[in-house]
């Protein structure tokens, strides 16, 4: 367990974090699954609520490049005194993601994006019942088409865009409890998808797991097109979504230059 910016990460990969969740979906006791980037760490600076509901959640899987690095930078100045070595640290952590990306996960041993988990779910669950909430009309019922074709085994019992607005939560519940769906994935993007969990999840007692996956349906179903394996290794994704998406630069802005400094200051 990690704390950064007051925010817990579990140290688990992708392949614990999907038997987990298979695992948690046959029980009774309900489970919400968070994958935390760095722009929801700096949400939870400025939100009280979100950051009780992030360290309230069952399982907090490192979603970035940037939160391995932090866990990394701050252990390694854990006990430096002189504020040049923390300064010096900061830079040559940072260059280590280009040029040496295995020494930063030694704190958090891996990236784990809500794409790569629910689609890692989806390919292993089985005969687990799935339920897709949100994205665009008709983006949830396109990634049921695929994923079907895709995995013979899988079970998706509902989809739905729905919207995340408070008057539509007790519709849309009453719809996922009638599907007796086990596994929820909501895209709503965050924080108001984990906001939507952490008030629903109760009130939908058949519902095992609940996980907010951001973008990912518009990944699957080609909406949006996810950067090529190499750069998301070398933590470059950002570059590929500034280039796809120009009027994402802020929330970029925020993880690749915000987020960092913020670390830095914390721990000057
Ligand atoms: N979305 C939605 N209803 C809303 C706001 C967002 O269904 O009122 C969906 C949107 O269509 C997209 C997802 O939420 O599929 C959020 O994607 P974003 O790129 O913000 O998430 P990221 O992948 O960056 O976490």
Not at 146 to 166: D, M, Q, R, W
């Amino acid at each position: 367990m990690q704390k950064i910016l007051k925010v817990r990460f579990d140290y688990i990969n992708l392949k614990q974090a999907t038997e987990t969740a298979i695992q948690w979906a046959q029980g009774d006791i309900q489970k919400h699954i968070i994958t935390p980037n760095p722009e929801m760490v700096l949400e939870a600076q400025n939100n009280n609520k979100f950051l009780k509901v992030l360290n309230r959640s069952d399982l907090n899987i490192p979603d970035g490049i940037g939160i391995l690095w932090a866990a990394k930078y701050l252990k390694i100045t854990e006990n430096s005194i002189f504020k040049s070595m923390k300064i010096l640290k900061w830079f040559w952590s940072l260059l280590m993601i280009a040029i040496y990306p295995r020494y930063i996960r030694s704190e958090l041993p891996e990236r784990v994006t809500g794409a790569d988990l629910m689609q890692s779910i989806c390919k292993s669950c089985e005969d687990t019942k799935i339920f897709l909430l949100g994205a665009d009309e008709g983006v949830a019922e396109q990634v049921k088409e695929i994923l079907e074709k895709k995995h013979k085994k899988i079970n998706i019992v509902g989809t739905y865009a729905g919207s995340p607005k408070e008057k539509d939560e007790k519709e849309i519940r009453r719809m996922i409890d009638d599907s007796q769906a086990q596994i929820l994935f909501v895209a709503y993007g965050a924080p108001v998808q984990e906001m939507w969990i952490n008030r629903n999840l109760k009130k939908m007692p058949k519902v095992s797991v609940a996980v907010g996956i951001g973008g990912t349906f518009d990944y699957i179903a080609g909406v949006r097109k996810r950067a090529p394996g190499w750069m998301q290794k070398i933590g470059l994704e950002w570059l590929y979504r500034v280039a796809q998406q120009p009027s994402r630069i802020a929330r970029i802005y925020r993880a690749t230059v915000k987020f960092p400094m913020k670390i830095l200051r914390y721990r000057l």
